[in-house]
Every structure is written in structure tokens, then in C-alpha cells.
């Protein structure tokens, strides 16, 4: 008898054992599920603020009379973006069929049937495309400044965040001709967000023009920014955001996998970031005899442009080598354009889209999964479409709205001709 009592109440204190390890596995695809929607959600908040970075940046670099219209600019931008993602962006993205070209658009709407085989919330996923996309249009904000018209850029904008942007995405992201066909590899953007933005700011500086005064002859004439060490703080938030930027492209944090992925990239994106600092610092006290303020400035973005494509796989010693050839490259490519006479206000050509390239092209030297054709294909044909479709829109709206401002409010000022008003009124009145 003793002995049944003791087996009855074994088993009994086994039973609701039973049931918790069966409760066990959905209480497991839901912590999961819960920390990705989370990470991807802050990771989103804080992408945003590199809007913020992109925003001091041209303030600081433009002149002190269109400070306040650099603001303006940016802000429009991120409402625009938003917009048009939820409009046809997100789904002209992901509604691609597999090995194609173009996607189905339509309005985003939440689709949450299958969470648990999803992974995360799709408004996270949302979220984060949408702060992402305003990147694209802040990088053509900052090298049109001081000339383009309000009107002009905004709806140049909402044809690249709903337009342009997404379908050279879905040939990527949204599985399409690129990774089906050529297994291009662009783990963040190094080409898809930020050599379209470069790109679509190249289409664009050539068909606004230069800035009244900028070139004369074949000499270019420098215009010092406003305000430097607002600029520098720009630096630096673009610096710390990329680790939520590049980090989040990542879309999980829910396995130890993933945490160590995440953590992965945040250190190589730092380390690419110091390279590319390092290296502007040394090639300007060489070339000019004196450290160069905004090109090191543009040397930690061109540094974290560079490593953006796979800041997974890279050794830390490689990522700054990534980078550091990133801050070379930023620092030959300033003066570049002045050759060219082409009039990139923050220096965004050079450290978006030519660090963008070469951030894409170098992938295969740490990924064997990459082949240099499938990066050469990549950035080759997303290059041409994004440069292609930026000129005919800037072109459409040169030949009807007017692209850039009249001769009376350039000289005036955007702040003061444009917005009524001034960013530094006790420095810029008489």
C-alpha cells in the first residue's frame, strides 16, 4: 500500500509537470517573437534619428542663411518617406515574385495571420523600412542645398520612397531578379539605400546645377559651412544610429544567434567607422598640410557607408580596412568633383555613393557566399535604374514646377526668401 501511494503520488506531481513542458515550446516561439518585434521597433526609432544626423550635418555645412531650410528639407522628407512606403513603397517591395522585376503595389496594412512563422510584427517591419527610406531622400537633400526649391524636392522625394527605391530593393530584399539570379549580396544598403541615394543626388546636382558663384572658370570657389561642430554632432548621431541601422538589418534578436550576429556588426560598423576617420585624418595632413574638419567628417561616413553591405562576416582587422579605404576614397572625391565642377554641398556623392560601390564590390574578400560578378551585376544595374529614373524625374520637374530657386532668393538666402526667416538672425542681419 505504501509503496501504490508513493507511485500515485509521483505520478500525480508528474502530470502538471507534463503540461508545463508542453506549454513549454509556445511560451518559447513567443519570447522569440516578442523580442524581434521589439528589437526591430527600437532599432527603427533610432534609424530615424539618422534624419536628425543628416539634418545638423547640412545645417552646419550650408551657409548660415539656409540653415533653417536644411531643416525644413529633412523633415519634409521623412513625412514624405513615410508616406509613400505606406502608400505602394512597402508592398512594391515585398510583392515581388520571386526572380522578378516589379512588384504589386498597394497600401501596407498590418498582416499578422501567422506570427509565429513570421517572426515579428509586420508593422515592425514597417517601421523600420520607413526610417529607412528617409535616408535615401536626406543623402539629395544635403548635396542639392542652398538652390533646390521646397516643392521641388519633395516631390523628387516621393518618387524615390515610393517609386525608385523600392522596386531597385525588390530585386534584392523582396527576392527578386539580383538574388534569385546572381546571389547579390547587400546585407543593409551599402548600394540599396545609399548608392540610390548617392546616385539620385549625382542625377540631380547635374540638372539643378551648381550653386550660383561656386565655379568660376576652372577654379571652384569655397563656401564654408555655418556651423562645424554641428555638423561634427551630426557625425556622430549618424555614427551611433548606424549601429541600429546596420544592426537591425539583422530582423531578429530573438536566439543567442542572433544576439551574437547583432553584436558582430555593431563592432565592425565601429570599427569600419574609426578607419574611415583615421584614414581622412592622415590623407588631409599629407595632402593639404592640415586636418580637413568636413572631410574626416565625411571619412566616419564613408566609413560606415563602406562596411554596410556585410558588417557580419569581416574580421575586426578587416572592417577597418573597409572602412579606412572608405575615408580614402571620401577624401579623393571631394576634390573629384570640384574638377567636374559638380556641387555637392555635404560631400554625400563621395561618401554615398562612391563608398557605397566600393563597400558592395569588396563583399566577396570576406564572404564566400558573394561572387564579384554577382556584386558587379548588383551595383551596375541598380546604379543605372537609380541614375535613370532620378534624371527623368529631376528633368519632369526642371521643365515644369522649376527645379531650383530664382537668382534674387539664392542670393538672399532660402531662410530668409523661402521660410520668411532667418536661423541666426543676430549673425546674418547688418
Avoid at 523582396?174 to 547587400?186: H, P
Avoid at 539605400?193 to 561656386?214: C, D, E, Q
Avoid at 554615398?352 to 548588383?378: K, M
Amino acid at each position: 500500500m505504501k509503496l501504490r501511494r508513493r507511485l500515485a503520488i509521483a505520478v500525480a506531481l508528474l502530470l502538471p509537470s507534463a503540461a508545463l513542458a508542453q506549454e513549454a515550446a509556445p511560451a518559447s516561439e513567443t519570447s522569440v517573437y516578442l523580442f524581434n518585434t521589439l528589437f526591430l521597433l527600437s532599432c527603427g526609432a533610432i534609424v530615424l534619428l539618422m534624419s536628425a544626423g543628416f539634418c545638423m550635418i547640412e545645417a552646419g555645412l550650408a551657409r548660415a542663411r539656409n540653415a533653417a531650410s536644411a531643416g525644413l528639407k529633412i523633415i519634409a522628407a521623412v513625412a514624405v518617406a513615410a508616406m509613400m512606403v505606406w502608400l505602394v513603397g512597402y508592398n512594391l517591395l515585398h510583392g515581388v515574385e520571386p526572380g522578378g522585376f516589379l512588384g504589386t503595389a498597394g497600401l501596407f496594412a498590418p498582416t499578422d495571420l501567422d506570427p509565429v512563422g513570421r517572426g515579428r510584427a509586420s508593422a515592425a517591419d514597417f517601421i523600420f523600412q520607413t526610417a529607412s527610406v528617409a535616408i535615401v531622400a536626406s543623402i539629395v537633400s544635403g548635396a542639392l542645398a542652398e538652390r533646390v526649391r521646397l516643392s521641388a524636392f519633395m516631390i523628387f522625394s516621393a518618387a524615390l520612397a515610393g517609386l525608385i527605391y523600392p522596386i531597385a530593393a525588390s530585386w534584392d530584399w523582396g527576392k527578386g531578379y539580383l538574388e534569385a539570379d546572381w546571389k547579390f549580396y547587400d546585407f543593409a544598403g551599402s548600394t540599396i539605400i545609399h548608392s540610390v541615394g548617392g546616385w539620385a543626388a549625382l542625377a540631380g546636382a547635374l540638372i539643378v546645377g551648381a550653386r550660383r558663384g561656386r565655379f568660376q572658370g576652372k577654379r571652384a570657389t569655397p563656401m564654408p559651412g555655418s556651423n562645424l561642430p554641428l555638423s561634427a554632432l551630426g557625425a556622430f548621431i549618424l555614427w551611433i544610429s548606424w549601429f541600429a541601422f546596420n544592426g537591425g538589418a539583422q530582423l531578429a534578436f530573438g536566439s543567442i544567434g542572433d544576439a551574437i550576429a547583432v553584436a558582430n556588426v555593431i563592432v565592425n560598423t565601429n570599427m569600419a567607422a574609426s578607419g574611415g576617420v583615421i584614414a581622412a585624418i592622415i590623407m588631409t595632413s599629407m595632402i593639404y598640410k592640415r586636418i580637413d574638419l568636413t572631410i574626416v567628417i565625411n571619412g566616419a561616413i564613408g566609413g560606415l557607408v563602406s562596411i554596410t553591405a556585410d558588417p557580419l562576416s569581416p574580421a575586426i582587422w578587416q572592417a577597418v580596412l573597409i572602412g579606412a579605404f572608405g575615408g580614402v576614397i571620401v577624401t579623393a572625391g571631394v576634390p573629384a568633383l570640384d574638377r567636374l565642377r559638380i556641387d555637392d554641398v555635404v560631400g554625400a556623392i563621395p561618401a554615398h555613393l562612391f563608398c557605397g560601390i566600393w563597400g558592395t564590390l569588396v563583399v566577396p574578400w570576406t564572404n564566400a557566399d558573394a561572387s564579384i560578378l554577382g556584386q558587379l551585376v548588383g551595383a551596375a544595374m541598380i546604379g543605372a535604374f537609380a541614375f535613370a529614373m532620378s534624371a527623368l524625374v529631376w528633368i519632369a520637374v526642371k521643365y515644369s514646377i522649376g527645379a531650383r530657386v530664382n537668382s534674387d532668393q539664392e542670393y538672399a538666402g532660402l531662410d530668409k526668401s523661402t521660410l520668411g526667416l532667418e536661423a541666426y538672425p543676430e549673425f546674418t542681419r547688418a
